[in-house]
């Protein structure tokens, strides 16, 4: 459970056309297709069932309520997999420090529900943290600073989630 903590509310932004005849994507879109549009960004990912540690995470920094709200809000959700890659003692110095969970946690939300045929010509997005993160095509995906895409577009009453495959830490 000390992992959920990393990084917990990372969900969201898209990827690129070129993205949409990605077969990873496709495969990855569809087993959370279900879970799509079922009510808000939080409902929506614990009915996904691949986002425990994030959601926890979020709790743990008391955005829960936030990621509940109106918003619209686009989130770059990271899988329990992906918090697993995380280094040894990341997840307990952030459990020391819920300040600091909580600004990693706001740099994986951008204002606004952003689709992933948005996404075409942007280099970067201020998060709700109020840094920017890259974003950036290569081997035919799209990549937010160092973690993949690998789903798009999962709406939900509130906004969208980005499926990413790695933690994303704000530098400095």
Sequence with gaps: MKRFVVLGLVLALGSVPALA????????????????????????AAAAGSF??????AKAAGLVET?????????FAP?????????????????ANPDQLRQILLYHVV????????????????TVQGTDIAISTADGGVMVNNARVTAT????????????????????
């Design 21 to 44: 005849g990605d077969c990873a994507s496709k495969a990855g879109k569809a087993s959370y297709a279900a879970n799509s549009g079922q009510g808000d960004i939080v409902a929506t």
């Design 52 to 57: 425990s540690t994030l959601l926890a995470a």
């Design 67 to 75: 990621l509940q709200s109106a918003g619209p809000f686009t989130v």
């Design 79 to 95: 899988t329990d997999e992906a918090f697993a890659k995380l280094p040894a003692g990341t997840v307990d110095n952030l459990l």
């Design 111 to 126: 204002p606004g529900k952003v689709m992933a045929a948005d996404v075409v010509g942007l280099s970067s997005a201020t």
């Design 153 to 172: 577009d999962i709406e939900t009453s509130n906004g969208v989630i980005h499926v990413i495959d790695a933690v994303i830490l704000p530098r400095g």
